[in-house]
């Protein structure tokens, strides 16, 4: 089981990324897939999740109108877009599916 993920980076308050995860190794069409981030210092957070068919999403309040997630069932591949980032919004995001975690990427948001 593989989940990689890409994007984040560095964007200024008010910006958008676009995070991406690739899963391999498992049915992912059946498979919840999840996001979470953890601040420096802080514990990791849930922030979305969405069912396996794409239909029910949810998401932790300070995300709520900002963030949207997604995914693509043809491509084994779920997406966080965040857009109006804001400061508290750094941190390494990371996808989970599976019982299994992707990497880690770091969303940087500094002016």
């Known amino acids: 089981v593989q989940l990689v993920q890409s994007g984040g980076g560095l964007v200024q308050p008010g910006g958008s990324l676009r995070l991406s995860c690739a899963a391999s190794?498992?049915?992912?069409?059946?498979?919840?897939m999840r996001w979470y981030r953890q601040a420096p210092g802080k514990e990791r957070e849930w922030v979305a999740t969405?069912?396996?068919?794409?239909?029910?999403?949810t998401y932790t309040d300070s995300v709520k109108g900002r963030f949207t997630i997604s995914r693509d069932n043809t491509k084994n591949t779920v997406y966080l877009q965040m857009d109006s980032l804001k400061v508290e919004d750094t941190a390494v995001y990371y996808c989970?599916?599976?019982?299994?975690w992707g990497q880690g990427t770091q969303v940087t948001v500094s002016s």
């Open positions: 989970k599916g599976n019982d299994n």
């Open positions: 190794g498992f049915t992912f069409s059946t498979a919840v």
């Open positions: 969405i069912s396996a068919a794409g239909v029910v999403r």
